[in-house]
Structure formats: C-alpha cells, structure tokens
C-alpha cells in the first residue's frame, strides 16, 4: 500500500498511475472521496498514512 498526503492534480495523476499496480491511500483536508474514488484510491484519516511503508507527500510548498 502507498499512502499520499494531500490531493490535487499531481496526486490525482500519481494515484490513476500507481493504482494499477498497488493500493493507495490519501489523506487531504478536505471531502475529496467522490474524486479519489474515481482515480483508484480510497481517503482515508492522516493518521493511517502516516503508518504506510511508503508515503508520499504532495502539498504545496507553502504548506511545509
């Protein structure tokens, strides 16, 4: 499983890629399950992607 932080469209484009081959979990702020569904992911709470082996962090700059 991977687990992404945050959803915009560079995860929405990392999730429709990486969903093929693995499952993948997002953590992002707001409601975005309708969104991540239909890229191949499932939004999940932070705190279960912090748990992730892998774990990919994709927010803005600003937001560090």
Known sequence: ???IIGFGRFSEL???YLSKDSEIRISTRRDRQKEIRK???VQVPLEEVC???HVILS???SAI
Do not use: E, K
């Open 1 to 3: 499983m991977i687990g």
């Open 14 to 16: 990392m999730a429709r």
């Open 39 to 41: 890229a191949g992911a």
């Open 51 to 53: 748990h992730m082996d």
């Open 59 to 61: 927010v803005p700059i």
